[in-house]
Nanobody, 115 residues
Framework: QVQLVESGGGLVQAGESLRLSCAAS????????MGWYRQAPGKQRELVAT???????NYADSVKGRFTISRDNAKNTVYLQMNSLKPEDTAVYYC?????????WGQGTQVTASS
């Protein structure tokens, strides 16, 4: 079992920045793939960014150059630095972890970028 707890969401103006955190209940060395997904009202959940245990990253085209995913193994935490936020980034952001053939999700954190 893995528990994932997100924090750091909020309301900002377009162009501003936020940093999301995802704290895992076990060592993230053992979690092969972690990432962030988001879901806007009336839309399907979509990938934002992922990072493997080896540090390889993958980003959605819509966030490349603005968002950065990183991990702190000592703190069992994954981060999503979001710069130059746009109104279309508004969504609930979910942390994901793939461990022992199962996918785990956090409870989500709301990010709102107003124009």
């Amino acid at each position: 079992q893995v528990q994932l707890v997100e924090s750091g969401g909020g309301l900002v103006q377009a162009g501003e920045s936020l940093r999301l955190s995802c704290a895992a209940s076990k060592s993230i060395f053992s979690i092969s793939n972690m990432g962030w997904y988001r879901q806007a009202p009336g839309k399907q959940r979509e990938l934002v960014a992922t990072i493997t245990s080896g540090g390889s990253t993958n980003y959605a085209d819509s966030v490349k150059g603005r968002f950065t995913i990183s991990r702190d193994n000592a703190k069992n935490t994954v981060y999503l630095q979001m710069n130059s936020l746009k109104p279309e980034d508004t969504a609930v952001y979910y942390c994901m972890g793939y461990y022992s053939l199962r996918t785990y999700w956090g409870q989500g954190t709301q990010v709102t970028a107003s124009s």
